[in-house]
């Protein structure tokens, strides 16, 4: 089974999209068969990999939302070893109005991908910066989110908002839904502020922070406007380096899940032959 991981955060400039594309990125450096979809109507994460809009003019995530065409149809092969994209492009706007009057609209992208979760073992999703219906599809859909959180001072700004969201979807339409992690991002060593934030945020949510911390780094913005991950541009980077730890991190904590999994599986099996 395919997990599904939810990169959000209703707050703009946080290092998302970075984090989405060089997670995948990194997930596939490991020879995991990584599925990245692109949910910004920005088509940043899209872009971000070297691929146009109008490549996939006719062939995107909206298309899937609203019914148009099938997740096999809109694949999109990266040229890239393990990672596989849907892409976006302005249309996905109307998705929000058009979702509107549809039965169970919050369904759609977890529908979609019903039958693809032995095609991939990991399904990233780069949300756009709102909690509107594409997020609220992406988090209906997803497995588990992750939250990149800058370290600036607004840091926690919006946060809770996004938890009480979570806390919502899962109580109403999405019961396996938990939290990944945060992963810290645009870490400046030679600033305090961004110690004291690492400080309080590690403080407040404890083993639920990523240890690889994303520092403020030239190299990881400039990847983008060559169509390339961190990996392709400056493999030597120290962005490139922390999106590798970050890629471990998350694969050793599915690994951990999948043997606490399998073990209460076990005992339950176990329970039922003694009864």
């Known amino acids: 089974m395919a997990k599904i991981i939810c990169i959000a955060n209703q707050k703009g400039g946080v290092g998302k999209t970075t984090s989405s594309v060089n997670l995948a990125f990194g997930l596939s450096k490991l020879k995991k068969r990584v599925l990245l979809i692109d949910m910004d109507p920005q088509g940043n994460a899209s872009s971000g990999l070297g691929i146009k809009r109008y490549e996939s003019q006719d062939s995107n995530i909206y298309h899937v939302l609203i019914g148009e065409k099938t997740i096999e149809e809109c694949l999109i092969d990266t040229k890239r070893p393990f990672l596989t994209l849907i892409s976006a492009n302005p249309d996905l706007v109307g998705a929000e109005i058009e979702l509107v009057d549809v039965p169970q609209r919050e369904f759609m992208l977890k529908k979609a991908l019903a039958n693809h979760h032995d095609q991939f073992d990991y399904i990233l999703i780069d949300c756009p910066p709102s909690l509107g219906m594409l997020t609220l599809n992406a988090l209906t859909a997803a ?122 599986e076990q005992n339950q099996n176990l329970g039922e032959a003694n009864v």
Do not use: W
């Open 143 to 264: 497995t588990s989110f992750l939250v990149p959180l800058q370290c600036e001072y607004y840091a926690l700004e919006g946060l809770s908002q996004l938890l009480n969201t979570a806390g919502l979807i899962k109580k109403s339409l999405n019961p396996q839904l938990h939290i990944e992690g945060i992963v810290l991002t645009m870490f400046d060593t030679r600033n305090n502020l961004s110690h004291q934030v690492v400080s309080e945020i590690k403080n407040h949510f404890g083993d639920k922070v990523f240890s690889a911390i994303i520092p403020r780094n030239v190299r990881l913005s400039e990847a983008p406007s060559h169509g390339q991950s961190i990996f392709e541009y400056d493999g030597k980077s120290i962005g490139a380096l922390k999106y590798l730890e970050l890629a471990k991190e998350v694969d050793q904590r599915t690994e951990a899940e999948i043997v606490a999994s399998t073990k209460a």
